[in-house]
């Protein structure tokens, strides 16, 4: 296992590079050139030109990520051409408030995903069972950034019940309430797409279980029918749906951007929308990389739960 | 499972009374009066101190030292922070600040003199001298400067402090811009001097840190993505402001702000013409508005066939009803323009020749230009269509509407047109140097306070500059060099007013209109005037009705 877990590792150092350098081909094939300068009739074409030049834009795309390169293996990412600030420094600013959120709504999709999906196998051609099905599939269908509007304008404008944005009051003491009270909307936006698809994932996995011998071994012995649906099939029921988890990782980036930027929620996501508008190259390779080592993480994690939880994989 | 099943009930109903309550909202709004005249304008009772002025804003300022900043949200808070020797009055005049008067200027124009006031204080206590001026001056000269504003001061030779209170410029040649350039937020010599200028430019300490400046209000937090926080000056020179407070809140963009506006938790919010429907319902909100120092235009590229005869350019102006577009898109905010100055600059001409619409007089033009209609109705010359594309930038209503609107018209002269969007970056990219790869662009020029027509006009600015109409003329060329030139403002106007009629006459754009722009202050912002060129002016005057 563990040598399988160093090759697996040092596999990744290909990847990502190659990742590097696609992801840098396709920035700087992209139309449009890092906005650097506004286009300010008061800024003289030299003074434009002489920012373009110390900020190394002028050499061949080549050198550039070669140089890009050389400051990432010393750990340096960069100083962002817009917001002239260390790249690293603002990624881990706003690193906290992506990861807050991603929790709370994963564990808002979990609590509520889980039971449902058990429910809906253990129940399977019931009214509950439909029920959860065309709410799921409701779920997946409805857009983030509807489904956020529509929130807003219910419990923010016309209720006045949550923050319209924003991740705490303006001014005010840290306070867990606080922070929880403006989480809870767009926490609940982004759990709706993950518990929908959670859902459907324990469902089949759950029917599947169901079916099995061993639990059919498990009713024929006699054991209240609860005690053989979570004691001897959730277990097992539940293996897949953990290591979906690994490869949920990686969603930490890309899900967030709507409702990151729906709720002013200063996150990764909004950081790297703004980041590609602007043509912030440092800003958004740094991400860009992020996101692949996430990638790459989570499938190793996934691979290692399966083989922690499910004792039949060998490696 | 009974519990599991309520709890889904509840979760279904609520999505449906959210449906049915979203859907309810608009018409609450609609019997609300139309209330929202400038009535912010005449304060109601006595200016009160106290209070905390929430401003909205969806730009996150980069650097808080004007020597290096572009945007406009740096902008809006180094105003605050900091003051200069001169600043611009509502009505675009510059007037002293810090400097006790306006320049005195020697016979030749070459030296610029500037008493300034005693007892202005830095936020640190020490006092706003000659040498801080002259030492914040000097950097933009020195030849480590990194930041975009060389090219402003290449007429400035050196600064001097002849004394405490009184500093010189010296100047190589006369540049009748310097005043406008006399503004900059004066930096404290005594806590900058041992930075070498190379390395001012990322001194995190001073420029994003801790910026420390002798303007009205005095930076203390910023929490990236999410609050700026701005204390008052006690010891302010012209009086302690009313505010104790002024907080800068970010958001995502204009809708979230208007939700924030709505919610009353901000108090002032720039208002973009496509939110103007919606404020003006809102019963707490005055709307302010006044026309920008901009205009708007569509832009034709000279260096293509289809656009280098002046007669084709002028018909085109005429097939466009421009009142319409300013009635109807821009809902009655916006006045036609007719020549590439603002009617706030004392160098506006209104004497230059207009190209009112009149689809007759362009079928004529067109037709002397020789172009006649072809079998399919589209106009014909040499055996090419007169057909081409009009590019503007997604995501701008505005825009992609005049975009479809010209296509309208031009159809009606039998010309065919094609609107097309592009994503910000790529549009700048594909219309401006090295590629110039556009027929015609739907754009806006923002003014700068000085009228000098040369970044825009100038033959020498085709190849790299922001020419990209490729328009080429002689005595616009030779106006635009010697414009700078002359100090007497009667004298240089008139200059300029001969190069706006030779614009005007030529139209390498069609100048669409000036329109105007909008603020949303609670009603509880009192004292506000409204500048056209900067966001929050004079919040030192501003109070709260609590």
Redesign the interface.
Known sequence: MTTYIIRRLIMMIPILFGISIISFAIMYA????P?V???????????????ME?LGLNDPPHIQYLNWMGNVVKGDFG?SF????PVKD?IL??LP?TLILMLFSTILAVIIAI??GV?SATKQYSK?DY??TI?SFLGLATPNFWLGL?????F???L?WT??????T??AEFSLLDRLHHLILPAIVLATADMAGLTRYTRSSMLEVINQDYIRTARAKGFRESKVIYKHGLRNGLIPIITIFGLMLPTFIGGSVIV?????W??IG??FI?AT???DYPVIMAITMFGAILTVLGNLIADILYAVLDPRIEY | MLKNKSYFTMLSLLLMVSLFLVACGGNNAAPQTETNENTADQPTGEPQFGGNLILGTSGEPVIFNELYSTDTASGDITDLVFVGLTGTNENLEVIPVVAKDLAEISEDGLEWTFHMHEGVLFHDGVEVTAEDVAFTYSIFKHEDYTGPRAGSFTALEKVEAIDTYTVKFTLNEADARFGTLTGYGILPKHLLEHVPVADLEEYREFNIDKPIGAGPFKFVSWTTGQNLVLEANEEYFEGRPYLDNVTFRFASDSNALVLLLETGDIHHMIVPTTELATVEYYDHVNLHSTLALRYDYIGWNLARPLFEDKKVRQALTHAIDRQEIAETIMEGNATVAHAPVSPLSWAYNDNVAKFDYDPEKAKQLLAEAGWEPGSDGILQKDGERFSFTILSNSGNVVRRDIGIIAQQYLAQVGIEVKAEQMEWGAFLDKINAPNFDFDAVVMAWGLALDPDPSAIWHSKEIENGLNRSAYRNDRVDEIADLNTKIIDQTERAALLAEAWEILAEEQPYTYLFYPQQFVALSKQVQGFTHHPRIDMYKVNEWWLNQ
């Open positions: 992209a139309p449009g050139k906005a300068m506004n286009l300010d009739p008061d800024i003289s074409v030299e003074d434009r030109e002489r920012q110390k100083t817009t917001k002239k600030q603002m600013d706003r408030n039971p449902f429910l509950l029920g959860v709410t529509m929130l807003i304008m219910l923010s404008v016309q006045g923050p319209v944005g924003g991740v705490s303006l001014g990151e930027s729906l709720f002013s200063p996150g909004k950081l703004d508008f602007e043509r």
